[in-house]
């Protein structure tokens, strides 16, 4: 079992910035791929960035590309996702979850924290 605990949402203006933290804690985090995912309100969950087990592959989804980085500290046990220049499109619950290997797909994560509110306004 792993545990997955998010911080960091909250609201901002847009054009700003926010750092999500993901910390886990249960069985060895860095046997672990993360991934941070997003739902916004009447919409079904969204792929935003994944990372590898040691942090060599990472990416993001188009949309927040050149805006969103992703990153793992694997002694802090903790992933995080940078977000820049944000847009009020980016308003949804963000999610991180655990899984064996890094993927685009929701279904190939194993464990998800509750979740975070992300808020950009106008």
């Known amino acids: 079992q792993v545990q997955l605990v998010e911080s960091g949402g909250g609201l901002v203006q847009a054009g700003g910035s926010l750092r999500l933290s993901c910390a886990a804690s249960g069985r060895s985090f860095r046997n672990y791929a993360m991934g941070w995912l997003r739902q916004a309100p009447g919409k079904e969950r969204e792929f935003v960035a994944a990372?590898?087990?040691?942090?060599?592959?990472?990416y993001v989804a188009d949309s927040v590309k050149g805006r969103f980085t992703i990153s793992r500290d694997n002694v802090k046990n903790t992933v995080y996702l940078q977000m820049n220049s944000l847009k009020p499109e980016d308003t949804a619950v963000y999610y991180c979850a655990a899984g064996p290997r890094d993927s685009y797909y929701s279904t190939a994560y194993d464990y998800w924290g509750q979740g975070t509110q992300v808020t950009v306004s106008s």
């Open positions: 990372i590898s087990w040691n942090g060599v592959s990472r």
